[in-house]
């Protein structure tokens, strides 16, 4: 069964243009950091699960592209790199704390702006909107993705 989720990035850091000019389409989602997120990508993605790509902390936060998860979880790499602002020095290679998956851009949207989802009353739950979420990743109801995307990835 196909899960969905909704993935903040910053686009200063990775935009969905920046993705979409990698290659294959393909980045992975480096810099985790919260552990109830790290753990969304452990434990509840699977390869070929929806992802709505959300740029925030930017001028207009938003849904800009359709995205579809293209890999297990592995340990994020920057978690070793001291010269990394994602650098842990408590995390050890043999038990790395944090992880990531590569993340494939199926085809950038016209920017859905935060007040836009909010304006539709079929998008009330959706967890992006609810007074102080901060998460980077959060689950998308079947419903929502419908009601967004208007079919599967």
């Not at 959300?54 to 890999?71: F, T």
């Not at 050890?92 to 992880?99: F, S």
Request: glycine share 6%; hydrophobic share 35%.
């Amino acid at each position: 069964m196909t899960s969905y989720w909704l993935m903040k990035s910053e686009p200063e850091e990775c935009s969905v243009d920046d993705a979409l000019a990698a290659k294959n389409s393909t980045v992975p989602w480096v810099g985790v950091r919260n552990y109830q997120a790290r753990n969304f990508m452990r434990d509840g993605m699977k390869v070929g699960d929806g992802v709505l790509f959300y740029h925030s902390s930017c001028a207009e936060p938003g849904i800009v592209g359709i995205a579809r998860v293209a890999s297990t979880a592995y340990p994020d790499p920057t978690q070793f790199d001291a010269k990394s602002p994602y650098y842990d020095p408590k995390s050890k290679r043999e038990e790395p704390r944090w992880l990531l998956v590569d993340v494939q851009v199926v085809k950038k949207i016209p920017n859905i702006t935060l007040p836009e989802l909010r304006a539709r009353p079929e998008l009330e739950d959706l967890i992006i909107l609810r007074k102080g979420n901060r998460l980077s990743i959060t689950p998308v109801e079947p419903k929502h993705w419908k009601a967004i995307v208007g079919a599967k990835p």
